[in-house]
C-alpha cells in the first residue's frame, strides 16, 4: 500500500449533483425574501438620508478594529450608528460602544450571517432622522453574507494578512458581491511572507472593478482612504 498519493494523481473531489443540495427550493425562496426585504430597507434608509455600510469578512480580519477607526475619524462630520452582528455575543458591540457611537447588537442565534429582516427589525428601534451613517458589522464569515444583501448602499470585504494568500481565490463571491476590499494588517505582511500587491491582484482577478484599499489599523495607514472609497470624506 502507498503511503503517500503521487502529486501527479489530481485530488478526487467530490460535488454536489444537481438538486441534490437538501432544501434547495426553499433556499431560493429564502433568497428572494431576504433580497425583498432588503430593498425596503434600502428605502427606509434612503428616506432618512442614512448612508448604511455593511461590513463583511472573517472573524479576526480587523472588522471591529476598522469600524472604530473609522468613527474616530468621523464622528466630528457624522452622526454615527453601529449595528454588531454576531452569533451569541457582545463582545464587539460593548467595544463599539466606547468609540461614542449609537450602538445595537443583533445577534443571530446559529445563523453565521446577518439577514435583511434582522436588520429591518434593528432599523425599526433606531431613530433615524438622527443618524447620517450606519456601519453594519456582519458575523465573522466569508460565505454567505454574500448571498444576504441587507440593503446597504455599500458593502465592504476586510481581510487580513494573517489569512494567508489565498482568500479571494478561495472565496471569490464575497469579493464579487463587495464595493471595497480593504487588505489590512499590512504591517504584518513581511512577517507573514504575504505579497500584498499579489494579494490586490488575485482580488482584482475575481472582481476587476473593486476598490482595492491597503490599511493598518494599528498604524491607521490607509483608514481615511477606506473613508474616501465609501464617499464618507
Ligand atoms: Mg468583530
Ligand atoms: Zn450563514
Redesign the pocket.
Known amino acids: 500500500m502507498r503511503e503517500h498519493t503521487a502529486l501527479s494523481e489530481k485530488i478526487e473531489v467530490i460535488v454536489p449533483e444537481e438538486g441534490e443540495v437538501f432544501d434547495i427550493e426553499l433556499e431560493e425562496d429564502l433568497l428572494e425574501a431576504n433580497r425583498r426585504i432588503a430593498e425596503e430597507n434600502k428605502q427606509l434608509l434612503e428616506k432618512h438620508g442614512v448612508r448604511a455600510i455593511d461590513v463583511m469578512g472573517s ?1 479576526g480580519s480587523g ?2 478594529t476598522l469600524i472604530e477607526k473609522l468613527i474616530a475619524l468621523l464622528k466630528d462630520k457624522h452622526r454615527i450608528a453601529v449595528f ?1 452582528g ?1 452569533v451569541t455575543t457582545t463582545i ?1 458591540a460593548e467595544r463599539l460602544r466606547k468609540s461614542g457611537a449609537k450602538t445595537l447588537q443583533i445577534n443571530t442565534g446559529k445563523e453565521c450571517h446577518l439577514d435583511a429582516n434582522l436588520v429591518r427589525k434593528a432599523l425599526n428601534k433606531m431613530d433615524l432622522n438622527n443618524i447620517d451613517v450606519l456601519f453594519i ?1 456582519n458575523v ?1 464569515n466569508l460565505i454567505c453574507p454574500a448571498e444576504f444583501p441587507l440593503g446597504t448602499d455599500s458593502r465592504v470585504v476586510v481581510i487580513s494578512v494573517t489569512e494567508g494568500p489565498y482568500t479571494p481565490l478561495k472565496h471569490p463571491y464575497i469579493f464579487m458581491e463587495a464595493d471595497v476590499a480593504v487588505i489590512n494588517k499590512i504591517d504584518l505582511a513581511e512577517a507573514m511572507g504575504v505579497d500584498v500587491d499579489e494579494l490586490e491582484a488575485k482580488i482584482r482577478k475575481v472582481s476587476p472593478d473593486i476598490v482595492v484599499v491597503k490599511t493598518s489599523c494599528k498604524t491607521g495607514e490607509g483608514i481615511e482612504k477606506v473613508a474616501k472609497a465609501l464617499g464618507l470624506l
Do not use: N, S
Request: charged share 50%.
Open positions: 472573524v472588522k471591529t454588531g454576531d464587539d458589522e465573522g
